[in-house]
């Protein structure tokens, strides 16, 4: 059961993620992040590093969110392996002082 990057990291794209990650299933554009599932070992430790809760467990998800499973195995086939953290998107939110940046 991957974990599944959802539409709250769109327009941020926060990538601590990508720090804690112990393999690459990270991908990237120039919007957000997507978790690759085939390559995701359902280790978790994405999850509670993302600011913005952008990262779940599929089985997780509610029915709003259903479809970012398959938005993510399409845009992790079509997008660049993502092996750092990044920079935030210009127009983030502001994260609290020593919040860090996630997911």
């Not at 709250?8 to 720090?19: I, K, M, P």
């Not at 709003?64 to 092996?83: C, F, H, M, S, Y």
Request: proline share 12%; charged share 15%.
């Amino acid at each position: 059961m991957p974990y599944v990057v959802t539409d709250l990291c769109s327009g941020c794209r926060y990538t601590e993620c990508v720090t804690v990650c112990p393999v690459e299933c990270f991908h990237v554009d120039e919007r957000m992040t997507y978790i690759d599932p085939d390559n995701c070992i359902d280790c978790g430790g994405c999850a509670p590093i993302c600011p913005v809760g952008a990262i779940q467990a599929d089985f997780l998800l509610p029915a709003d969110k259903q479809a970012w499973i398959g938005i993510n195995r399409e845009r992790a086939a079509l997008t660049p392996v993502l092996t750092q953290r990044l920079p935030p998107l210009p127009g983030a939110p502001a994260l609290p002082q020593g919040a860090g940046g996630g997911g």
